[in-house]
């Protein structure tokens, strides 16, 4: 069983997207290995691709670098040909599971439901989800950031009790800032990640959006990542590209402080 998960922790996540075999996974996550030595304040969890999983666990072992998984099915078991279920990821070593991601929200269909669906499923399996939400540019540009962000908190969120949402991590990722290389300002950020606050505390109970830590993902690199963190509102990051090199991303952690 997990430790609780506790109140408010920094974390930075790498999420290597469909990159790195096991052995290119393994060997980043032995580079990484040699660097926390220099025992950051922030956790730390690596998001590799299924197949590599376990050669990154077995390389992550006795280090407190966490692991986790970039999706699962909502489903416990079954007839899912191509699918992974939240208690396969648990015992292939995951902490940690990506929900929602706009990759999969935008790219592969997943609706608002579906991801409520997975947040459940994940925490009966006994894994952290890692909660993304964020607006498109068209939506950005249209004045819709809020609306859409509380559509996606609600979704998520109604229904869940005050412990349930409290084991759970936010992302706040604009779609227009994942790969691009636009990063959004920290107080653009800080913005989007009040009205997460503001949405949890209507949704869930007074007072809880200030207990859940809600990380910034979007074109984090080591250049922009200590501006971000300055910011009080903003608890980590989900990192992409500036994951897949040990380098970048421990300049990244050592910036979460
Ligand atoms: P990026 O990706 O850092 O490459 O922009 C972030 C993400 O999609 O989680």
Not at 19 to 45: C, D, K, Q
Not at 73 to 92: D, Y
Not at 210 to 239: K, M, Q, R, T
Request: charged share 20%; glycine share 10%; with cysteine.
């Amino acid at each position: 069983m997990n430790a609780p998960w506790p109140r408010r922790p920094r974390l930075v996540a790498g999420n290597w997207k469909m990159n790195r075999t096991a052995s290119e996974g393994a060997a980043l996550a032995g580079e990484l290995r040699a660097l926390t030595a220099a025992a950051p304040r922030a956790r730390i969890a690596l998001c590799p691709p299924f197949t590599a999983l376990a050669a990154v666990n077995a390389a992550l072992a006795g280090t407190p670098l966490l692991l986790g998984g970039q999706n699962l099915h909502a489903e416990a078991a079954g007839a899912w040909t191509g699918e992974i279920s939240g208690s396969m990821l648990a015992a292939a070593g995951c902490r940690f599971v990506i929900v929602g991601h706009s990759e999969r929200r935008h790219g592969l269909g997943e609706d608002d439901a579906l991801v409520a669906r997975k947040l459940k499923a994940a925490q009966r399996d006994g894994l952290t989800p890692i909660v993304c939400v964020g607006e498109t540019l068209l939506e950005r540009e249209g004045d819709r950031t809020a609306e859409v962000l509380v559509r996606q908190v609600r979704a998520c969120y109604e229904g869940l009790d005050a412990d349930a949402a409290r084991a759970t991590v936010i992302a706040y990722e604009p779609v227009w800032a994942i790969g691009t290389g636009k990063v959004a300002s920290p107080a653009e950020a800080a913005d989007s990640h009040r009205l997460i606050r503001a949405t949890l505390d209507r949704v869930v109970r007074p007072g809880l959006g200030a207990e859940i830590a809600i990380l910034y993902g979007g074109s984090v690199n080591p250049g922009n990542a200590a501006s971000l963190f300055a910011s009080d509102e903003i608890d980590g990051a989900l990192v992409g590209g500036a994951s897949l090199e040990a380098a970048s991303f421990w300049r990244i952690v050592a910036a979460a402080g």
